[in-house]
């Protein structure tokens, strides 16, 4: 038997050479592929002393890495193994690999288009997905959001997954999607959360206030909506859901609430605005900043939410609020908001 050289000694086999395993060569074929590579015509023989293997084992191993079209059989009265160019097996198997992987995409494209179908049929129900964490709510809030192609409809109430700053709504304001925002007084309560509505009614959403919204949600052209399941601090658990009567029943209860909330007037809602126009403004004797203030009141906002968006004192703001009171000739913040309602100046 021919003395192999020191290089081509294969030590046994470990589990830490896994390089080729992306392309089906389990760790005991890739070392025997090792051994044939650093020494060209060996035997089975000669790897079975190298290895400790048993001569049955090494075999099988060669024929497999023969079937990849990695090592070749060399004839003679005692045949011989000789690894294959490395670099063209190796891309060889790679492009066999990515066709299996395309197939495998066309396979789960015409899955989903199935699971699709059965979603969308009315006696199969609506789809549920459950979204476990924060982290997972806010991410698909984002993609439904990117994935919008005409409209978002947002019940917009703490607690908060997501930084209250939405650097995707401009954007898609931008390319004519349409945001409906309805809002309660508490998504106010944190500072500059004022000049924030303020600066997306501008950009084109269109808002309005409820005193109180039963939960929140993002519902994404009419056919898919992510909410949480429950409005407790921290939002643990939320659900996807695509379909037909459940997405259908969230738009109806949105247009119902949207009928009865109070539109929002872009002028009154930022800090930044300019003054109107003495001539165009309904509210004689009233400053700009008064019918801010009116409209603040009128959306329910609380005196310390108010004098926080306001940069003010509780105490300033309630000084500011009874003279407004007089101005208007009421008697409480609810018959001012009414005469403000009924002037036009909220």
Same mark, same amino acid.
């Given at each position: 038997?021919?003395?192999?050289?020191?290089?081509?000694?294969? #030590?046994?086999?470990?589990?830490?050479?896994?390089?080729?395993?992306?392309?089906?060569?389990?760790?005991?074929?890739?070392?025997?592929?090792?051994?044939?590579?650093?020494?060209?015509?060996?035997?089975?023989?000669?790897?079975?002393?190298?290895?400790?293997?048993?001569?049955?084992?090494?075999?099988?191993?060669?024929?497999?890495?023969?079937?990849?079209?990695?090592?070749?059989?060399?004839?003679?009265?005692?045949?011989?193994?000789?690894?294959?160019?490395?670099?063209?097996?190796?891309?060889?198997?790679?492009?066999?690999?990515?066709?299996?992987?395309?197939?495998?995409?066309?396979?789960? #494209?015409?899955?989903?288009?199935?699971?699709?179908?059965?979603?969308?049929?009315?006696?199969?129900?609506?789809?549920?997905?459950?979204?476990?964490?924060?982290?997972?709510?806010?991410?698909?809030?984002?993609?439904?959001?990117?994935?919008?192609?005409?409209?978002?409809?947002?019940?917009?109430?703490?607690?908060?997954?997501?930084?209250?700053?939405?650097?995707?709504?401009?954007?898609?304001?931008?390319?004519?999607?349409?945001?409906?925002?309805?809002?309660?007084?508490?998504?106010?309560?944190?500072?500059?959360?004022?000049?924030?509505?303020?600066?997306?009614?501008?950009?084109?959403?269109?808002?309005?206030?409820?005193?109180?919204?039963?939960?929140?949600?993002?519902?994404?052209?009419?056919?898919?909506?992510?909410?949480?399941?429950?409005?407790?601090?921290?939002?643990?658990?939320?659900?996807?859901?695509?379909?037909?009567?459940?997405?259908?029943?969230?738009?109806?209860?949105?247009?119902?609430?949207?009928?009865?909330?109070?539109?929002?007037?872009?002028?009154?809602?930022?800090?930044?605005?300019?003054?109107?126009?003495?001539?165009? #403004?309904?509210?004689?004797?009233?400053?700009?900043?008064?019918?801010?203030?009116?409209?603040?009141?009128?959306?329910?906002?609380?005196? #310390?939410?108010?004098?926080?968006?306001?940069?003010?004192?509780?105490?300033?703001?309630?000084?500011?609020?009874?003279?407004?009171?007089?101005?208007?000739?009421?008697?409480?913040?609810?018959?001012?908001?009414?005469?403000?309602?009924?002037?036009?100046?909220?």
């Amino acid at each position: 038997m021919r003395q192999l050289p020191e290089t081509a000694k294969i #030590d046994p086999v470990q589990e830490d050479g896994r390089a080729l395993e992306i392309v089906g060569v389990s760790a005991f074929d890739e070392r025997i592929y090792r051994g044939v590579l650093a020494c060209p015509g060996i035997t089975v023989q000669e790897l079975v002393m190298r290895t400790g293997e048993s001569a049955g084992r090494v075999q099988s191993s060669l024929s497999r890495l023969r079937a990849k079209g990695l090592v070749s059989r060399l004839w003679g009265r005692a045949p011989r193994w000789t690894a294959t160019n490395p670099g063209t097996a190796i891309r060889s198997l790679v492009r066999d690999m990515q066709s299996e992987l395309d197939l495998l995409t066309d396979t789960a #494209d015409e899955l989903e288009a199935a699971f699709r179908d059965v979603g969308t049929d009315p006696a199969g129900g609506d789809q549920l997905e459950v979204l476990a964490g924060p982290e997972e709510q806010a991410r698909w809030y984002v993609r439904l959001q990117q994935e919008a192609k005409e409209e978002v409809l947002t019940f917009d109430r703490p607690p908060y997954v997501l930084d209250y700053h939405n650097p995707l709504q401009t954007d898609l304001l931008r390319n004519g999607v349409r945001y409906r925002t309805i809002y309660v007084p508490e998504a106010f309560d944190h500072a500059g959360a004022l000049d924030e509505v303020g600066s997306l009614i501008r950009a084109g959403e269109e808002a309005r206030i409820l005193p109180w919204l039963p939960f929140k949600m993002a519902l994404v052209d009419r056919s898919r909506a992510v909410m949480p399941l429950h409005m407790e601090p921290p939002l643990t658990r939320g659900v996807l859901i695509r379909g037909s009567t459940m997405v259908v029943a969230l738009v109806e209860l949105f247009e119902r609430l949207w009928r009865e909330a109070l539109p929002v007037r872009p002028e009154l809602w930022s800090q930044g605005s300019p003054e109107l126009a003495p001539d165009s #403004d309904p509210g004689a004797g009233l400053s700009l900043d008064d019918r801010r203030l009116l409209a603040l009141l009128a959306a329910g906002l609380k005196d #310390d939410a108010i004098a926080r968006q306001l940069g003010t004192s509780p105490r300033s703001l309630r000084r500011r609020l009874r003279h407004l009171l007089d101005e208007l000739n009421a008697e409480t913040r609810f018959q001012a908001g009414a005469q403000a309602s009924r002037r036009g100046l909220v």
